[in-house]
C-alpha cells in the first residue's frame, strides 16, 4: 500500500474515495488492461469544476426562487424548499424573488 499512498502524492490523495483506491486494486489484480493511473487521470478530467459566475449563480438562484414562488405550497414550505435546494437563507430567498430580474 505505500507505493499507492507515493504515487498518489502525485495526485489528489481525495482520489481514494472516488475510485482511484478501487482501480488500484483493480488493476493489481489483472482485472484491468489500463493502467491504474490512467485510469485515476481520467477521473480526475472527469472531475473537474466550473465555477459560475456571481451574476450566473444569482440568475440561477432567482430562476429557483420564482419556481418555488409559483408553488401552490404554504409560505413556510416555500422558504424551506429554497433552503435545500441552494442552501442559502430565507433573506436570500425574497431578495432574488424581488431582484431577481437584475440577474438575469
Same mark, same amino acid.
Given at each position: ?7 498518489? /502524492? +502525485?495526485? !489528489?490523495?481525495?482520489?481514494? !474515495?472516488?475510485?482511484? +483506491?478501487? !482501480?488500484? #486494486?483493480?488493476? =493489481?489484480?489483472?482485472? /484491468? ?5 490512467? #485510469? +485515476?487521470?481520467?477521473? +480526475? ?12 449563480? #444569482? ?9 418555488? !414562488? ?5 409560505? #413556510? ?5 429554497? =433552503?435545500? =435546494?441552494?442552501?442559502? /437563507?430565507?433573506?436570500?430567498?425574497? =431578495? ?9
Amino acid at each position: 500500500m505505500p507505493v499507492l499512498i507515493t504515487a498518489l /502524492s +502525485l495526485h !489528489d490523495k481525495s482520489c481514494l !474515495d472516488k475510485g482511484g +483506491l478501487h !482501480d488500484y #486494486l483493480q488493476w =493489481r489484480a489483472g482485472l /484491468s488492461a489500463t493502467h491504474w493511473e490512467n #485510469l +485515476l487521470e481520467t477521473r +480526475l478530467r472527469r472531475q473537474t469544476v466550473t465555477t459560475k459566475t456571481r451574476a450566473e449563480r #444569482l440568475a440561477e438562484e432567482a430562476n429557483i426562487a420564482r419556481e418555488i !414562488d409559483a408553488m401552490n405550497v404554504p409560505v #413556510l414550505e416555500k422558504e424551506r424548499l429554497f =433552503r435545500e =435546494r441552494t442552501g442559502k /437563507s430565507i433573506g436570500a430567498y425574497y =431578495r432574488r424573488l424581488k431582484n431577481g430580474h437584475l440577474a438575469n
